[in-house]
């Protein structure tokens, strides 16, 4: 018989979790944890709980460890946090995971009535970063990440920080400033323009030099300011021997400024200022929406931004901070809750229960015994243990999955854009129509074939063909992130239309990240659940944990004996009740069959109560999403074992497309195999055992249930909850290709209608002042609409 086991629930004032305690009441409110009411307290002795005011129960729930921020004392690791410090201001951009709400923002930015040293606190809610200014003399960087930790937001601080490369914004190219440069030349020399288009008087004539003297000058910061790039990257392209779009771009814009110096010159005309003007503006522009993507997601992570700062060394029975990169073998280090292995060191001390679901996949810690290696990684969920280093940081484990070369391999080398293809062959026609046009008219008129040629190159600058890309990808960007997919970039866009072939891995990925689901078969009479609730709660094992969960508030009994058997169960004395909770082997001696789900059997003094049942808990749809790939080859493969397999079958069909108890090689490896045989790869995966195998394939997205926590170095990070989108998302990408396409056609007959005067060699200014502009307006309305209704055909909008 199965049994449920009901009772009155009261959510937590702060952050709104179930109580399992009556033990945290303040003024009526109800919380679960000391740290909920801590914050609570907190914030009601400075008047600030205006905090709640904004949203129902703002507060995340956190583990909630003890303050071991020691490492902040050291000047040198100090020093390299800092963005700036002198002797009365000290400024610090601090990332905190926990910003979620406008009450965070609330709260975060009136940090000063916490502490009148603080001079000033601000938010970035899309980077989840707090800047704040303060005074190094009344405050120090350890006490302010104290003060955030008390009211709930404690910073994550890794070394990545302390190198400054997530963080590093390359700015060298200013690329607002040349906008700006480019869209004042060229407002101005629209303005002094109109006079040429409307007509000049013969007492106006002299104004008409005077203007063209003036349009060369404001071409000259336009084109070797803000245009110089085009030329380097098509001189850069040239010397390697390829061909992109960036030469005809370079090729249009020195035409028209040196056919807008020679005609103003020599009086033969207004020259094409307006054009050359304009045609930068709109680049840059285009160039700048197409960097417009999601900085708030790290997309190129090592294991410095998973590792600590510093850790805590033992010497002579005293500890001290020593930073992360001064870590030597052969070292005594201290490892209390929570903290992460930074090398691959010997268990010396204390009981370790290792949570290795970052490098494996798996969420059940690992328990391990004195003398054993415990590799880095992995997380301590138990008490302080002690270690000794037998590894370099460089040399462990995990770095060396870093170091793998998949993860060397350049990503602009996977699969060419559009762009990147058709821009070889545009230019090799727009030269042999150029040169053509020229030697047409040479017998006739050198200086008609001259310009001729010039004007070929002018109206075929593919301006059109260098927006539609950036504009339509842009806005798919803008629709995937509205659905929880983050793209690293646009060329993303198009890798994703073109892969036929999606491998997924399991724990994480096509299952959900949470708590199992947990049912209980047999019969509990309410002493028999206070006892196994008073012997689970000794135990740090999650399936006990779970259990504890499960029965709720039920009243605690004090133990006299009390033996856990890591990984198998545990045996408790409870005054004259013994207790017996484990697998079946523990309690019988017998090994339990394959049966898809986890078991924990009671026994209470010699009565057989049942057993708990825990089964992993897939992603909602999963069999309808892969039913839904149907035109796509799909494979599983895991680092699990394979008891769920026949499950599993229901889904993937056939027993061949699914692999169990792969290593992390082995992941890199398959995907090798199907790339060799001509496969368009996407590799889907959660853990860092899946970070060679994403690199490896033509495309790796990470799937996680918090896009703050660390993921493995991917083009692309899909929330959990979006899961089930994947097939519109991959329909979504093709007919986004299909629109740049049709927008290479409309470019491509503005171009053949401009070429038909052009050629002819008497293309005037105002022809292509209007040519150019009409034919942006077009390519950028287009794609925005056709984009937008391609995402609301496919249910993305």
Not at 510 to 537: H, K, R, W
Not at 764 to 769: G, K, N, V, Y
Request: aromatic share 10%.
């Amino acid at each position: 018989m199965t049994e449920s086991i009901f009772k009155e629930k009261t959510t937590c004032y702060h952050c709104g979790d179930e109580c399992l305690s009556t033990n945290y009441i303040v003024e009526d409110k109800h919380f679960c944890c000391l740290g909920c009411k801590s914050v609570y307290s907190i914030l009601s002795a400075n008047n600030l709980c205006s905090y709640y005011n904004f949203n129902d129960h703002p507060g995340l729930t956190r583990n909630r460890t003890a303050k071991r921020f020691d490492y902040l004392d050291e000047p040198g690791i100090v020093n390299e946090l800092l963005d700036y410090q002198d002797e009365g201001l000290a400024i610090v951009t601090l990332y905190i995971p926990h910003i979620h709400c406008s009450s965070c923002i609330w709260l975060l930015e009136k940090l000063n009535k916490f502490n009148p040293a603080i001079l000033y606190s601000r938010i970035d809610f899309l980077k989840k970063q707090l800047n704040i200014k303060y005074h190094p003399k009344q405050l120090t960087l350890k006490q302010l990440v104290e003060l955030l930790f008390d009211i709930g937001y404690e910073p994550l601080i890794s070394l990545q920080d302390v190198i400054k490369k997530q963080n590093r914004v390359n700015d060298k190219d200013n690329l607002v400033q040349r906008i700006a440069v480019a869209g004042f030349c060229f407002g101005n020399v629209m303005l002094l323009s109109f006079p040429e288009y409307l007509g000049l008087s013969a007492l106006e004539q002299n104004f008409k030099h005077f203007f063209g003297w003036l349009n060369i000058l404001f071409s000259l910061p336009v084109v070797f300011y803000s245009g110089h790039e085009y030329f380097v990257s098509a001189w850069q392209n040239l010397r390697n021997k390829v061909l992109n779009i960036d030469f005809p771009l370079a090729l249009g814009i020195a035409v028209l400024f040196a056919r807008t110096v020679i005609e103003i010159l020599t009086h033969a005309g207004a020259g094409f200022a307006d054009t050359l003007c304009g045609l930068v503006f709109f680049l840059l522009v285009g160039k700048f929406v197409q960097r417009k993507t999601y900085h708030h997601i790290s997309f190129e992570r090592d294991y410095r931004s998973f590792f600590p700062v510093a850790v805590q060394v033992v010497t002579n029975d005293t500890e001290y901070p020593v930073p992360l990169a001064d870590l030597k073998v052969g070292q005594r280090i201290v490892l209390r809750h929570n903290e992460i292995i930074p090398a691959d060191a010997i268990l010396l001390k204390g009981e370790a229960l290792i949570d290795f679901s970052f490098v494996t996949g798996e969420s059940v810690p690992v328990s391990k015994t004195l003398g054993e290696i415990i590799y880095a990684g992995g997380r301590q969920t138990s008490e302080a243990i002690e270690l000794e280093v037998v590894k370099p940081v460089s040399q462990s484990y995990l770095t060396q999955l870093w170091n793998n070369e998949a993860f060397a391999r350049r990503q602009d080398n996977r699969m060419q854009t559009f762009n990147e293809r058709i821009s070889k062959y545009f230019t090799i026609v727009l030269l042999a129509v150029a040169f053509g046009s020229l030697i047409f008219w040479l017998p006739t008129s050198l200086s008609r074939g001259l310009a001729a040629f010039t004007a070929v190159l002018i109206v075929a600058c593919p301006c059109a063909l260098a927006l539609s890309t950036p504009f339509t990808m842009s806005a798919a960007l803008s629709i995937f992130d509205r659905n929880l997919f983050y793209l690293k970039n646009t060329a993303v866009v198009e890798q994703l239309a073109r892969i036929d072939t999606v491998v997924f891995d399991k724990t994480g990925t096509i299952t959900t990240a949470t708590d199992s689901q947990i049912t209980l078969t047999g019969t509990l009479s309410p002493l028999e659940a206070e006892l196994v609730y008073s012997t689970c709660v000794n135990s740090n094992h999650p399936l006990s944990r779970m259990i504890c969960q499960y029965l709720g508030r039920v009243k605690k009994h004090g133990i006299d004996h009390y033996k856990e058997t890591p990984g198998e169960g545990i045996n408790a004395l409870i005054g004259k009740h013994h207790i017996r909770i484990g697998s079946g082997k523990f309690l019988f001696g017998e090994v339990e069959e394959s049966v898809g789900q986890t078991r924990v059997h009671m026994l209470v003094n010699g009565r057989y109560c049942g057993y708990f049942a825990f089964r992993q808990q897939y992603r909602p749809g999963l069999q309808q999403t892969v039913e839904d790939l149907s035109l796509y080859q799909t494979f599983l493969i895991s680092g699990d074992s394979d008891h769920e397999k026949n499950e599993l079958l229901h889904v993937f069909k056939t027993a061949d497309r699914m692999g169990f108890n792969q290593s992390p090689q082995n992941k890199l490896d398959f995907i090798q195999l199907l790339q060799r045989l001509k496969g368009k790869v996407m590799m889907m995966g959660d853990g860092l055992n899946d970070a060679g195998a994403l690199k490896q394939s033509d495309l790796g997205i990470a799937v996680t249930d918090n896009i703050n926590n660390f993921s493995p170095g991917c083009d692309a990070i899909l929330d959990g909850r979006s899961f089930n989108k994947l097939p519109a998302f991959l329909r979504f990408s093709k007919s986004t290709v299909v629109i740049i396409h049709i927008s290479f056609l409309i470019s491509l007959t503005y171009n053949l209608i401009g070429l038909s005067y052009a050629v002819t060699g008497n293309l005037s200014p105002l022809i292509a002042a209007i040519l150019m502009p009409l034919s942006t307006a077009t390519i950028i309305s287009f794609t925005t609409i056709a984009t937008h209704f391609a995402a609301k055909r496919r249910g993305l909008l």
